[in-house]
């Protein structure tokens, strides 16, 4: 059986109660011999910050590029707001989408029968909702140059962000949700905005191309960025796979999150090429939540979209769909048994703490796997 060497970032806030529920399931995956992870863990974020001055350290990114894949809790929050802009909690994370080349984000809202009403919309409008945002991760606006605040004099100033893409990225990200799309219902819907930015033409023109040559089997739609996130909270079943750029991505997929009835429910994976000899693949696997300090230390923390994060992990870095699929039937049979965590609690349900919501799902994942 091949051992698979796995790094620990737990981070900030409730990143390391959540990642303590991911450690109970690959402990028992080992002890079970139904997988062989080795663990390492590390520092990023604030933590990394108050220990070494940096969000994270270089110790810490050799590890990141020496593992199989890296499974990261969250990072940030007020006690860091005053440190310099580029130590702040946040950067680690940057720093690892770019040095390891984690150029793909995947995240998927699928929407589990039994939290059909804990979504803002209708349950016509939800129930059964499987799509994907496929977001590219290492261009646009996060990260072109320049960007800079001027002071101008006069008690004025000017920031610059640039929005920048070269051919080669938008290609690259369009395969990933293409190849994607013939795995599930072949329709990939592209959102930018072509109408008031030069950025979005050529997205539009590279995404239409690589279809053309390459995937003319597979329906593609094309999408203004802001109808697509209106047409997200009016009919989002009428969508598949959503490829958009870092900007417009992250801002759809925070909208997807709420039609699963919390951010607490969205797990995500950041992918880089595929090795020519290896076969193998960078990889960051992470909650779409954020550090809720408010909440951190208290037991409140859902732990699912952390589990279904490492979930992702199986599936897209150690060939184990059908264990992948088993924690998701394993999470979905905790939810119909009506257990829940603060965010996603409603009338007539049972309260849980992450611990208790973790030790379901594992007692689940066991009787699946009996």
């Known amino acids: 059986m091949a051992t698979h060497k796995l790094l620990l970032l737990p981070g900030d806030g409730i990143g390391p109660e959540v990642m303590g529920e991911v450690k109970r399931l690959i402990d028992w995956l080992n002890s079970a011999g139904i997988a ?4 390492d863990t590390g ?3 604030g933590s990394a910050y108050d220990a070494h001055k940096v969000s994270i350290s270089e110790g810490d990114m050799a590890k990141a590029m020496a593992a ?26 940057l720093r690892l989408r770019k040095d390891l080349g984690l150029f793909a984000n995947l995240r998927p809202a699928v929407c589990y029968p039994a939290l059909a009403d804990a ?9 059964g909702l499987d799509i994907v945002i496929v977001r590219e991760l290492t261009g646009g606006v996060y990260f072109g140059e320049p960007k800079t605040i001027t002071d101008l004099g006069n008690g004025q100033k000017r920031a610059i962000d640039t929005q920048v893409y070269d ?30 930015m030069k950025s979005g033409v050529l997205w539009n023109e590279v995404v239409t191309q690589v279809h053309k040559r390459e995937y003319p089997d597979v329906t593609l739609e094309h999408q203004l960025a802001d109808s697509g996130g209106m047409m997200l909270v009016k009919w989002p079943k009428q969508f598949d796979v959503i490829v958009t750029d870092n900007l417009f991505g992250d801002m759809l997929s925070d909208i997807a999150a709420m039609l699963t009835g919390s951010l607490g429910m969205l797990p ?20 779409v939540h954020g550090s809720a300090p408010d909440i951190a230390g208290k037991g409140l923390a859902n732990p699912i979209a952390m589990i279904s994060s490492f979930g992702m992990a199986l599936r897209y870095s150690f060939d184990m769909g059908a264990l ?21 609690k409603s009338e007539g349900t049972t309260a849980a703490s992450t611990t208790q919501m973790g030790e379901a799902i594992l007692k689940e ?6």
Request: proline share 3%.
């Open 36 to 39: 062989k992870f080795e663990t």
């Open 43 to 45: 520092l990023v974020g």
């Open 68 to 93: 199989d894949a890296i499974i990261f809790g969250a990072v940030g929050g007020p006690k860091w707001d005053a440190v310099p802009y580029e130590v702040r909690p946040e950067a680690g994370l």
């Open 119 to 127: 979504s803002s919309l209708k349950r016509e409008a939800i129930e």
């Open 167 to 196: 051919t080669y990225e938008i290609e690259r990200i369009a395969r990933v949700a293409f190849d994607l799309a013939k795995k599930r219902k072949n329709k990939v819907t592209s959102m930018e905005k072509r109408n008031v």
């Open 268 to 287: 995500s994976a950041s992918l880089g090429e595929v090795d020519v000899k290896s076969k193998k693949r960078k990889a960051l696997y992470e909650p």
């Open 324 to 344: 992948a699929d088993k924690v998701d039937a394993a999470i979905a049979a905790v939810l119909a048994s009506g257990l829940r965590t603060a965010d996603i």
């Open 365 to 370: 994942l066991q009787k699946l796997h009996a």
